[in-house]
């Protein structure tokens, strides 16, 4: 168990570029959440994946910002043309439903990727 | 919309002191209830979690946390602190809906400062 990994860790970038995060769940965990932490705050959910499908979108998920999971492994979060009030901590985290419908699952998190936008 | 309350924003204690701090939620139906604990430098852990049965569930390193269904509340508990147990620690709510989400909904977190 290598744990939840996210990639990069860091990304300085300027306003209007695009920016595309990395995610790789614990082996053979099905559901796959994005998160986003603002400094003084908790996690704010954005998405989650059940295997390739997206189940849930939070309203917080602009139009600028889209996550896929292609295989039902890895999942990227990428944001068109960054804005300053995206600058935060992405999180990733992954867990395990043995059932289609299980509610007992527990969350793991990555590391995180730290968003700067200039 | 559900909610998640940390009342203590920032907490001092000193080595050996007892531990509580407060977690309250907002949601009359059924929960899922986790605490995960950020160490400097490190990512979110699970600290503990309770799905149903013994209200009073005990978790690593000593902590243990009591859910009071009456109260909405989901306080984390540890009677002897260390400097080791320095770190911010966020209560987390799932709050299980027909709908099937999943998500956790998060307190705005408590930084802990064990002082030596």
């Known amino acids: 168990d290598t744990g939840v990994s996210q990639d990069p860790r860091h990304k300085i970038t300027k306003r209007g570029q695009n920016v595309t995060f990395r995610c790789d769940p614990i082996s053979e965990h099905n559901r796959l959440y994005w998160y986003r932490q603002t400094l003084g705050q908790g996690p704010e959910f954005l998405t989650y994946?059940?295997?390739?499908?997206?189940?849930?979108k939070s309203r917080l998920l602009s139009d600028r910002f889209s996550a896929e999971r292609p295989k039902g492994s890895f999942s990227t979060l990428e944001i068109q043309r960054t804005e300053q009030g995206d600058s935060a901590m992405y999180l990733c985290?992954?867990?395990?439903?043995?059932?289609?419908?299980?509610?007992?699952?527990?969350?793991?998190f990555g590391p995180g990727t730290r968003l700067t936008v200039l | 919309a559900q909610s998640v309350s940390q009342h203590n924003h920032h907490v001092i204690l000193s080595e050996a002191a007892s531990l509580e701090l407060g977690c309250n939620y907002s949601?009359?139906?059924?929960?899922?209830l986790f605490w995960y604990v950020q160490y400097p430098g490190q990512h979110l852990q699970l600290l503990l979690k309770y799905f149903s049965g013994d209200p009073l569930v005990k978790g690593i390193k000593g902590f243990e946390a009591e859910f009071i269904k009456s109260k909405f509340s989901f306080n984390l508990r540890k009677p002897s602190v260390q400097w080791s147990d320095t770190a911010e620690y966020f209560c987390?709510?799932?709050?299980?809906?027909?709908?099937?989400?999943?998500?956790?909904?998060f307190g705005s977190g408590t930084r802990l400062l064990v002082r030596p």
């Open positions: 994946f059940q295997n390739e499908a997206q189940l849930e």
């Open positions: 987390a709510v799932n709050a299980l809906r027909m709908d099937s989400s999943y998500k956790l909904i």
């Open positions: 985290a992954s867990s395990l439903a043995r059932l289609a419908g299980a509610s007992t699952d527990t969350q793991y």
């Open positions: 949601y009359g139906g059924t929960v899922n």
